[in-house]
């Protein structure tokens, strides 16, 4: 090597997560770029390169020593095997870029201490895939919430399915959102239909408890969804939309701590379950809204999750279309075959 060039390579596991695009494979261009330029030096040898040379002769992208140096004895750089692990390195650096599958368990006003000791058995014997692919969160009841909290498995967080709209004091019945930060729960299901239909919250309401949840560092499902008279009559967008607009007025740009849960009204707990092609139609419609009403940035980060009685009979062909990032379970999250719908994650990493 000349005297005056220095190659100096260093080699580190990949992050756990990736924060900007730019980064992604800019180590390894300017390796190989810098490879490249110094091969002549790096790789003036009569002898059998070294595995460190190989590696380094693989990301430079040059043909083995036998072909640029004329050695007819040179040992070629193992490039099928690089070649592969590049490529599966690419597609885990991929997914981390993408948005994160989400599997949100409501267990709404269902068990007994008995009941949900079972069920958070069940869920700790279950075989899930790692969390680097998929976020599993589960809402019981207020009075379980410590229960759940101290026994589950760390790999599953817990959720609220509500809060209240401010700071707590003289409103019987409620829980704030200081408490459930206290209690160290990070997520708040809010705007749940069963409270925008049987308890009359209006769409500002529901807004105004997103703010003050965001606020006290809460993280929030926020549910929109129609009833089968509003899809029939062709304003589903319409009717979204509007739930939509009350949030953003709310909470303006502040989306990063929000997952939107897209629930048809007439598909919860009736059996009915909206179909991959109807799901992933209103999914793009409402990605398409952020996009236009909020930001690009938030349309593309913001999951969307599909909820009204997914299964694990249904949620692989759910989770295979592009804009569907999870979803939020009700019946099915009381039930083990709740492992098998946290598993379709693996669906959006194979897609």
Known sequence: MHPHHTVTCSFSAPEP???EKNRIYSSEILLRFNIAALSPFIFHSFSPPSPAKQVLLALSGLPPPSLHLGIASAIAPPSATLLHRASLQATINSKKMARKFFVGGNWKCNGTVESVSKLVDTLNAGEIVSTDIVEVVVAPTFIHIPLVKDRLRSEIQVSAQNCWVKKGGA???EVSAEQLVDLGIPYVILGHSERRHILKESHDFVGQKCAYALSKGLKVIACIGETLDEREAGNTIKVCAEQLIAIK???????????????PV????????ATPEQAEEVHAE???WLAENVSAEVAEATRILYGGSVTAGNCKELAKKPNVDGFLVGGAALKPEFIDIINSAQIKVAA
């Open 17 to 19: 997560a990736c924060s």
């Open 171 to 173: 409103y019987t019945g």
């Open 249 to 263: 007025e709310a909470i303006g740009e502040n989306w990063s701590d929000v997952v939107v849960a897209y629930e």
């Open 266 to 273: 007439w598909a919860i707990g009736t059996g009915k379950v």
């Open 286 to 288: 409402l990605r398409k």
